[in-house]
Nanobody
Framework: QVQLVESGGGSVQTGGSLRLSCAYY????????MAWFRQAPGKEREGVAMIDSDNSPAYIDAVKGRFTISQDNAKNTLYLQMNSLKPEDTAMYYCVADFHLPCNWSPLGKYWGPGTQVSVSS
C-alpha cells in the first residue's frame, strides 16, 4: 500500500511563493496519476493539480499560471510550486495517489497523505 508524506507548507504573505513536496513509499512501480488536492475551512476538498505518468499536467482555472506540478520518479517525489499566492489559496494541501485511469478530479478511491497547511495573509 502506498504511503505519502507532504512537506513544505507554511505561512506567507500575498504574492509569496511556497514549494510543496510529497515523498511516497511502498510502491515499486510508477503511479498512474498523482495530484494535489486542498481543503479550506468549511469547504469541500477540491483537486488543484494533477499529473499523469507521461508528465502531462492539468490544473483548475483558479491556479493556472501560478502553480506548477512536477514529479521526480527517481526520487519518488511529487512537487507543487506555488507562486503569486492569494489568501483564497489558504487551505490544507494533500498529496494524492490514484491507480485508476483516466486521471480525474474525484476525491474517491485515492490514497491520501496527512496534509500540509498553507496560509496566505493579505
Amino acid at each position: 500500500q502506498v504511503q505519502l508524506v507532504e512537506s513544505g507548507g507554511g505561512s506567507v504573505q500575498t504574492g509569496g511563493s511556497l514549494r510543496l513536496s510529497c515523498a511516497y513509499y511502498g510502491y515499486a512501480y510508477g503511479i498512474p496519476c498523482m495530484a494535489w488536492f486542498r481543503q479550506a475551512p468549511g469547504k469541500e476538498r477540491e483537486g488543484v493539480a494533477m499529473i499523469d505518468s507521461d508528465n502531462s499536467p492539468a490544473y483548475i482555472d483558479a491556479v493556472k499560471g501560478r502553480f506548477t506540478i512536477s514529479q521526480d520518479n527517481a526520487k519518488n517525489t511529487l512537487y507543487l510550486q506555488m507562486n503569486s499566492l492569494k489568501p483564497e489559496d489558504t487551505a490544507m494541501y494533500y498529496c494524492v495517489a490514484d491507480f485508476h485511469l483516466p486521471c480525474n478530479w474525484s476525491p474517491l478511491g485515492k490514497y491520501w497523505g496527512p496534509g500540509t497547511q498553507v496560509s496566505v495573509s493579505s
